[in-house]
């Protein structure tokens, strides 16, 4: 028994037919998609701290390693690309001459066996001779659409039609516009950056600083060949530079022109939410006799030199605030303002205590839905300036604090709102408007006021003698300095804290409940006695005589007051003035292997649609003579639409062979 060993394939032949292969390309381009799936839902390119935010310390890691947060550019997902670039180019080496060459062989050397085998093949005898069947067969096929050639082969003759032939160049199209779309996404992957990265050519810079203080080695020059970065400009202001955020920190790259913002528009909805938003820009570049202006807006951008600038966004551009400060220190310091910009701060000293001021942002609009009656759907609430105290051991506040007062119930207030940590939900101080003057300084003095224990020693007095009279006795001492600490106690925490130092003092439940009541009521009647000196100092009527107004807003400020201990700083802020400034958040990129991407992108939809929509047929006929007449082999094939070729066929073969028409008697 004899065995034959089969030659082995050279290790050059086993990688190529390999890295040629069907399942290879499939399988590359599934992991392409399922990464470009989560390049898309995972927003890319955001700085760490919101990841670890989003997805907590341990799914942070795993995306980390995995390198989630900037699919297109990470190393795995370009060497897929350059991978899935090799296999599809030696697909086309491979196949290519051969798809070149099918779509113009007309298979003239066809057997008779051959066609006789075929699904849809027809063989007849015609009473013509073989050149007239020829000549006719010919002539119907080329009204058909086909292309024909004949050919003599002694014994029979062969004439073959063809039509479709671009089905094969749509094979050629697909896979090369595969290939083209690779080395675009190669160019525009910043592989020579990763380069750069891996071997310490250049560093990311963590810091926070300016970028005149970066260092060279986390510089890019304008040589850069692929970025896209981000810059914020102020009105009147200019940039030649772009931050390119990455992973934990970021790049400075440096731009070959200027970009300068002349002004910045944005409409808005009636419900604040912007509608549009354009920049007036004027590019300066060396190289140009004029510098370009442009307006542009979002989906508009300004093209210059393979660098396009997008309107992204739009911020505030450090616009000028003018705060006015109000002490709540019982008459300790006096009223004072603060110029400070946005994203800037300011010392803030109030009595012995110290505060850094840091301005956050200022919204010119604040549009919040109306109030359910109102006869607008939403109301707006004016100008606002966000901002953070500081105290010196470190721990701040952010508040929100509106110009405008708000109008509710038909009495105005001025609002602030406070929280402690970011996330909170804001809690929100209602000041009382002045009803005389519409300014805070009613409320500050008569909140300054009831912090004078002298003052609130000869109100509780008062208070006391037209309610009591001399039926306290000896107590009377005792009442008046436990009046005076009563009211301490609200003013430092508020009543929460004064009927928390009654339940102390208390036996039992129902005895702090009857406490709690009657200190309440010696409360509001010792501060209701300031209160009316206080309108007594500014000619106001008092007591029984005082005003709807008046009264209103002694009420609105004892409710304000009970608030005020979470509002946590020793004096009021109200925004008093301001100088708009804004800035446009531009986006600019250099990408030269997008329209690389664009021409792989049209071939492969113009390969997809002769794939799909465009068939290869082919169609034979076999003339040889038979006595005098002739025997006639029609036969045909197609790659796709197999079900709608067989009509065709039908129709090709019963006018070749004449059947008559049923309908007229005559022949086809």
Not at 94 to 121: A, C, E, F, T, W
Not at 134 to 153: C, F, M, P, V
Request: proline share 4%; aromatic share 8%.
């Amino acid at each position: 028994m004899s065995q034959t060993n089969r030659p082995r394939k050279p290790l050059s032949a086993v990688w190529l037919e390999f890295l040629g292969s069907m399942n290879l390309a499939v399988t590359l381009l599934m992991v392409v998609a399922i990464a470009s799936v989560i390049g898309t839902v995972l927003q890319q390119g955001q700085p760490w701290q919101d990841y670890q935010i989003k997805f907590g310390p341990f799914w942070f890691d795993v995306f980390r390693v995995m390198g989630l947060y900037d699919v297109y550019s990470s190393l795995w997902f370009l060497g897929i690309m350059g991978f899935l670039l090799v296999s599809v180019s030696t697909c086309v080496v491979r196949n290519g001459p051969q798809m070149i060459r099918d779509m113009r062989n007309y298979r003239m050397d066809v057997q008779g066996k051959s066609l006789r085998l075929m699904h849809n093949s027809r063989t007849f005898d015609e009473g013509e001779a073989p050149e007239a069947v020829t000549e006719r067969a010919r002539g119907i096929l080329q009204a058909a659409g086909y292309r024909a050639r004949t050919k003599d082969q002694g014994d029979h003759v062969i004439v073959a039609g063809m039509r479709g032939s671009w089905n094969r160049l749509g094979y050629i199209l697909s896979h090369v516009s595969i290939v083209i779309i690779c080395i675009g996404a190669l160019v525009d992957g910043n592989l020579p950056l990763k380069v750069a990265e891996m071997t310490g050519r250049v560093e990311l810079e963590k810091r926070d600083i300016p970028a005149s203080q970066v260092p060279d080695v986390s510089t890019l020059g304008s040589d850069n060949l692929s970025f896209r970065g981000n810059v914020t400009i102020p009105e009147g202001a200019s940039a030649d530079l772009i931050f390119l955020n990455m992973r934990d920190g970021y790049f400075v790259q440096k731009l070959p022109f200027d970009v300068e913002l002349e002004e910045f528009r944005v409409e808005h909805y009636e419900s604040g939410q912007p509608k549009s938003f354009e920049s007036d820009l004027v590019v300066r570049d060396p190289e140009l006799d004029e510098p370009i202006r442009k307006t542009i807006s979002v989906n508009d951008p300004l093209i210059h030199k393979g660098y396009a600038i997008y309107q992204s966004s739009f911020t505030d551009g450090g616009s000028q605030i003018e705060l006015d400060g109000y002490p709540l220190m019982g008459g300790e310091g006096e009223p004072f303002d603060v110029d400070v910009k946005v994203n800037n701060s300011a010392t803030i000293t109030a009595g012995d205590e110290r505060m850094t001021l840091e301005v956050d942002g200022f919204d010119l609009y604040n549009v919040e839905p109306a109030a359910e009656g109102s006869d607008r759907k939403f109301r707006n609430f004016g100008p606002s300036v966000t901002y953070r105290l500081r105290d010196e051991s470190g721990d701040a506040r952010e508040y929100e604090t509106y110009m405008a007062p708000a109008e509710f119930n038909g009495r105005s207030y001025y609002m602030t709102g406070v929280r402690t940590r970011t996330g909170e939900p804001m809690r929100w101080l209602h000041v009382p408007v002045d009803p005389e003057t519409g300014g805070l300084d009613r409320f500050v003095e008569l909140r300054n006021r009831i912090q004078d224990d002298e003052r609130v020693r000869e109100a509780a007095e008062t208070f006391l003698d037209e309610n009591m009279g001399d039926a306290l006795g000896d107590r009377r001492e005792g009442i008046l300095r436990s009046t005076v600490g009563m009211v301490d106690s609200f003013v430092r925490g508020g009543l929460d804290a004064m009927l928390a130092n009654v339940e102390e003092m208390a036996g039992s439940e129902e005895e702090a409940r009857r406490m709690g009541e009657l200190y309440q009521r010696v409360l509001d009647g010792v501060i209701r006695e300031i209160y009316n000196d206080l309108l007594a100092d500014e000619d106001r009527p008092t007591g029984q005589d005082m005003t709807e107004d008046d009264a209103a807003f002694y009420g609105d400020a004892l409710d304000a007051m009970t608030a005020l201990p979470f509002h946590g700083a020793p004096f009021l802020l109200k925004l008093e003035d301001f100088d708009h400034v804004q800035a446009s958040g531009l986006q600019i990129a250099r990408s030269p292997g997008k329209n690389t991407v664009y021409l792989g992108s049209a071939l492969l939809t113009a390969g997809i649609f002769l794939l799909f929509y465009v068939s290869h047929r082919r169609v034979w006929v076999r003339v040889e003579a038979n006595g005098s007449g002739s025997q006639v082999t029609v036969a045909g094939s197609t790659n796709r639409n197999a079900r709608d070729f067989v009509g065709e066929f039908r129709q090709l073969a019963d006018r070749i062979q004449g059947v008559e028409d049923p309908g007229t008697g005559d022949r086809t």
